[in-house]
Nanobody, 126 residues
Framework: QVQLVESGGGSEQAGGSLRLSCAASGRTRLYAMGWFRQASGKERELVAAINWNGGSTNYGDSVKGRFTISRDDGKNTVYLQMNSLIPEDTAVYYC????????????????????WGQGTQVTVSS
């Protein structure tokens, strides 16, 4: 099973930027990957997903136009660039890898997850 480790979380002021990284212990080249978040008292929600070859992405409505997901398969790493942060972005962010080879970004949206990371806290102050 692939192990995922997130990094790059922290505290930022509204309007600022953060870049999250998710490093995988094994090869994730053939798998879709994604980022989810869970705010205190709320359900986990999809932030962004990318298909197995990086050719297709999808985003949660609340982050469209502000966040960008990308992947570097040579480094077995997926990134989440977060710009124009708002306090509502405050949450624990989790990385996920899909459970099927040649997975689409929508497979992540539909919960076809193979492994989860442990999460990294992002706090945005106004």
């Amino acid at each position: 099973q692939v192990q995922l480790v997130e990094s790059g979380g922290g505290s930022e002021q509204a309007g600022g930027s953060l870049r999250l990284s998710c490093a995988a212990s094994g090869r994730t080249r053939l798998y879709a990957m994604g980022w989810f978040r869970q705010a205190s008292g709320k359900e986990r929600e999809l932030v962004a997903a990318i298909n197995w070859n990086g050719g297709s992405t999808n985003y949660g409505d609340s982050v469209k136009g502000r966040f960008t997901i990308s992947r570097d398969d040579g480094k077995n790493t997926v990134y989440l660039q977060m710009n124009s942060l708002i306090p509502e972005d405050t949450a624990v962010y989790y990385c996920a890898v899909g459970s099927q080879t040649y997975g689409s970004s929508w497979s992540i949206s539909r919960g076809r997850i193979g492994s989860w990371g442990q999460g990294t806290q992002v706090t945005v102050s106004s």
